[in-house]
Structure formats: structure tokens, C-alpha cells
Nanobody, 124 residues
Framework: QVQLEESGGGLVQAGGSLRISCAAS????????MGWFRQAPGKEREFVAG????????GYADSVKGRFSISRDNAKNTVYLQMNSLKPEDTAVYYC?????????????????WGQGTLVTVSS
């Protein structure tokens, strides 16, 4: 079973950039589709970005396309989310997830593990 731990959250001004990371334990990281999700106060958790374990294909929610970029380093068992041109509405707790299905822009499926989350706050 893979275990996930996010890091890199913090406070950033609108228009700024931030990169958050998710480190995974276990030997099977490379076979997982990895995803980033977020949950803002009072709202449901939503998909942000995903990356295939098979070929590195990526998918994004419409709200972050062109601003966010997901990548992975299988040698380091780590997935990243580079966030540029941040907006106050990007403020949320960001969670990474490991799943057994990559669904493109619709997310990832059959999630086996979630991280504990890292808070990103964008000030206006």
C-alpha cells in the first residue's frame, strides 16, 4: 500500500507561483496514476490535475488549465504541482492521491491512498 505526504503549501500573493510536492512510500509508485485534488472551505473536494503512471500523460480541470502543471519523478517517488498565476479562488487544502486508473481531464479512479493535505492560501 502506498503512503503519501504533501509538502510545500503556504501563503502567496495573487499572481504568484508555488510548487507543492507529494512524496510516496512503497515500491509501486511508478504504476500509479497520481492526482492532485483540492478542497476549499465549505466546498466539496475537486479534481485539479492528474498524471498517468504508464506514459506520463496529463489532464487538468478547466479552472487551472494553462496555469498549473503536474509532473512526476519516479526515481524520487514524488509528484509535483507547479502553480502559476495564482488567484484567491485557488485557496484550498491540496491533496494528492494515488489511483489505479488515469481518466484524463476527468481525474483518476480507484484511489488507493490519499495524503493528509497541504494548505495553499492566495491573498488578494
Amino acid at each position: 500500500q502506498v503512503q503519501l505526504e504533501e509538502s510545500g503549501g503556504g501563503l502567496v500573493q495573487a499572481g504568484g507561483s508555488l510548487r507543492i510536492s507529494c512524496a510516496a512510500s512503497g515500491r509501486t509508485f511508478s504504476i500509479y496514476a497520481m492526482g492532485w485534488f483540492r478542497q476549499a472551505p465549505g466546498k466539496e473536494r475537486e479534481f485539479v490535475a492528474g498524471i498517468s503512471g504508464r506514459d506520463g500523460s496529463t489532464g487538468y480541470a478547466d479552472s487551472v488549465k494553462g496555469r498549473f502543471s503536474i509532473s512526476r519523478d519516479n526515481a524520487k517517488n514524488t509528484v509535483y504541482l507547479q502553480m502559476n498565476s495564482l488567484k484567491p479562488e485557488d485557496t484550498a487544502v491540496y491533496y494528492c492521491a494515488a489511483g489505479r486508473a488515469y481518466l484524463g481531464n476527468r481525474g483518476i479512479g480507484f484511489v488507493d491512498a490519499w495524503g493528509q493535505g497541504t494548505l495553499v492560501t492566495v491573498s488578494s
